[in-house]
T-cell receptor, first 112, second 116 residues
């Protein structure tokens, strides 16, 4: 059974600081997704990582994938308040279409 | 309408009621999904439909019954639910072309279900 673990689950940080969210998964997969969820809202796709060593960046967020270590990271650079949200990583489960297994999410609060 | 829409957005029902959740995708996708998001638990995949055929059922109780009449519409029929079934039910869709295809999933806004 595929398990996806994120840490930390809760993170409070100051604006302007850097931090990294980690996502470990238990079985081989070469597709990993990062999503953002604002309170009361749905999930917004941030990154799709499809191969070992993949790195993608959008604004202050950068995601990477190491399939050998079964690890993805989401790095936040010079955080701003607007990035406050819950961030989920999800891994392809290997079903017929694209059933995803999600981590528990990292609740990120960025304080001015 | 664009993207993935879900109705109703909020639903309160008793344990003896029967209700249905509706999802519609306007993205030309061919795979649709139901997920359950409960407080303090990861999103749980419930059902997967690929080209209208159910391809995955993650041991979901029979009080949840999916229906996919075409590749744009997905329903979740609910009957005799329990209070622990209260959650946010999210629908998603993707363009599945097999193997190593990209298959980014796009989510609807969800239906917040409360079972009394």
């Amino acid at each position: 059974e595929l398990k996806v673990e994120q840490n930390p689950l809760f993170l409070s940080m100051q604006e302007g600081k850097n931090y990294t969210i980690y996502c470990n998964y238990s079985t081989t997969s070469d597709r990993l997704y990062w999503y953002r969820q604002d309170p009361g809202k749905s999930l917004e796709s941030l990154f799709v990582l499809l191969s070992n060593g993949a790195v993608k960046q959008e604004g202050r967020l950068m995601a990477s994938l190491d399939t050998k270590a079964r690890l993805s990271t989401l790095h936040i650079t010079a955080a701003v308040h607007d990035l406050s949200a819950t961030y989920f990583c999800a891994v392809f489960s290997g079903g017929g279409a694209d059933g995803l297994t999600f981590g528990k999410g990292t609740h990120l609060i960025i304080q001015p | 309408e664009t993207g993935v829409t879900q109705t109703p957005r909020h639903l309160v029902m008793g344990m003896t009621n029967k209700k249905s959740l509706k999802c519609e995708q306007h993205l030309g996708h061919n795979a649709m999904y139901w997920y359950k998001q409960s407080a303090k638990k990861p999103l749980e995949l419930m059902f997967v439909y690929n080209f209208k055929e159910q391809t995955e059922n993650n041991s979901v109780p029979s009080r949840f019954s999916p229906e996919c009449p075409n590749s744009s519409h997905l329903f979740l029929h609910l009957h005799t639910l329990q209070p622990e079934d209260s959650a946010l039910y999210l629908c998603a869709s993707s363009l599945f072309s097999g193997g190593q295809s990209y298959n980014e999933q796009f989510f609807g806004p969800g239906t917040r279900l409360t079972v009394l």
